[in-house]
Nanobody, 125 residues
Framework: VQLQASGGGSVQAGGSLRLSCAGSGRTFSMYGMGWFRQAPGKEREFVAAISRGGGTTYYVDSVKGRFTISRDNAKNTVYLQMNSLKPEDTAVYYC???????????????????WGQGTLVTVSS
């Protein structure tokens, strides 16, 4: 699976962005998907994950209630809707795919096998 992330940009605090991650191949729906981010000088951290069918989602506490992960398997795309953005959300955001059983999600980076190239999100105060 090849992944292409897009949708990053610069916004003011309180604003919104929607990231997209387009996957290639007919097996996209066989993978659990996740979003990670890496801020300057920090380690990459888990943000959100979604199961193969989209029925299970999981978020890091710092984004709960502000971010929403979703997927459209017909379009081979996973989304991350980010609302009420804060300066501390500034990072390069990566999408990734993990081999999972139906209904499961993965939350650690070493469980993901395919990665997109990253898209930069900058939130100013």
């Amino acid at each position: 699976v090849q992944l292409q992330a897009s949708g990053g940009g610069s916004v003011q605090a309180g604003g919104s962005l929607r990231l997209s991650c387009a996957g290639s191949g007919r097996t996209f729906s066989m993978y659990g998907m996740g979003w990670f981010r890496q801020a300057p000088g920090k380690e990459r951290e888990f943000v959100a994950a979604i199961s193969r069918g989209g029925g299970t989602t999981y978020y890091v506490d710092s984004v709960k209630g502000r971010f929403t992960i979703s997927r459209d398997n017909a379009k081979n795309t996973v989304y991350l809707q980010m609302n009420s953005l804060k300066p501390e959300d500034t990072a390069v955001y990566y999408c990734a795919a993990a081999s999972v059983s139906f209904g499961q999600v993965r939350t650690t980076s070493d469980e993901y096998v395919y990665w997109g190239q990253g898209t930069l999100v900058t939130v100013s105060s």
